[in-house]
């Protein structure tokens, strides 16, 4: 399955980063954060050496929202100012994190 993260420069897109990237069902298709579009993810989340010398992007809704699953790993409420953006899809397929424990415990009983 192919996924995207928005706001994966906090803590919770971190956490996404490190557990989607060693999961055998997901790629990582696209890795963005306004604020640190251009920098290394590495820079940001040093324990994350895999990502190599990939970058931050900046996220387009209409361009970069072709993924299977994006999660919204933003501050509380901004979330809901991008979900408008989004192409219409299935409501299933779009994730606000409201507790970075809560996607912890998801994402490691489904590996």
């Not at 050496?49 to 361009?63: P, V």
């Amino acid at each position: 399955m192919k996924v995207s993260i928005l706001g994966a420069s906090g803590y919770a897109g971190g956490e996404l980063l490190r557990l989607l990237s060693s999961h055998p069902e997901f790629e990582i298709t696209g890795i963005f954060a306004a604020n640190s579009a251009g920098e290394k993810i590495t820079k940001v989340h040093p324990h994350l050496q895999n990502f190599g010398d990939k970058t931050f992007e900046l996220f387009d809704a209409e361009k970069d929202a072709k993924c299977d699953l994006l999660f919204l790993a933003l501050p509380h409420g901004e979330s809901a100012k991008i979900i408008p953006t989004l192409p219409r899809r299935s409501e299933e397929h779009t994730s606000e994190l409201q507790s970075p424990m809560y996607l912890v415990c998801r994402l490691l009983l489904e590996k």
